[in-house]
């Protein structure tokens, strides 16, 4: 991941000042700030933060409501800012898939290890798509392959294991993966 994007959403500007102020000096890259909700929705689909530090109590759609449909969109950490921590408000958070609660007031002591820790998650998470990404592809060729194995069973009367070594003898000689040689072998 490049330097990590962060989102500051508050309704109050002296406490978006505040994070982005804390932010700044130690090096972080505040990418945007929102004042409500939507807002919050609109800048994180537009600029695809890592991370997003949001207020729970803002008018019209509170944090809680933007982050449920945030996930909808992004699998961004989101850290969220209450001055309580109700029952009520940590079962939404955990439904959500919130990263974790700063309580207000704001104390930098405890801001960075909460934004270390979700940054982290974020790459982790990233990591974890990639390996998805990599696995879903995998099966895919498996499949081709395993197609193409049956088009030369037929075509050849040989056993499946005489089609995949005849595949693979190929791919070494001509020195094409074994995927593009089962892609040429189901395009004949
Ligand atoms: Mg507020």
């Known amino acids: 991941m490049n330097q990590p994007k962060i989102l500051v ?33 609109e800048r994180a689909y537009k600029l695809n933060p890592d991370l997003i530090i949001m207020d729970v109590k803002m008018p019209n759609v509170d944090g809680l409501k933007a982050s449920s449909v945030i996930r909808g969109f992004s699998s961004c950490s989101i850290l969220l800012l209450t001055a309580y ?55 895919t060729e498996r499949k081709v392959i395993e197609k193409a194995k049956g088009i030369l069973m037929v075509k050849l009367d040989c056993t499946e294991e005489q089609a995949y070594r005849k595949m693979q003898r190929e791919s070494m000689e001509r020195h094409i993966p074994l995927i593009k040689l089962a892609e040429t072998i189901l395009s004949r």
């Open 9 to 41: 959403v508050d309704d109050e500007p002296i406490t978006r000042l505040d994070i982005k102020e804390i932010l700044c000096e130690k090096n972080y890259h505040v990418v945007g700030e929102a004042r409500n909700g939507e807002e919050a929705i």
């Open 85 to 139: 921590s109700h029952d009520e408000i940590i079962q939404n958070a955990k439904e959500f898939g919130i990263n974790a609660f700063i309580l207000k007031p704001l104390k930098e002591r405890e801001l960075i290890p909460a934004v270390e820790i979700a940054l982290n998650q974020r790459i982790q998470e990233l990591q974890l798509h990639d390996r998805i990404g990599k696995l879903e592809s995998k099966i």
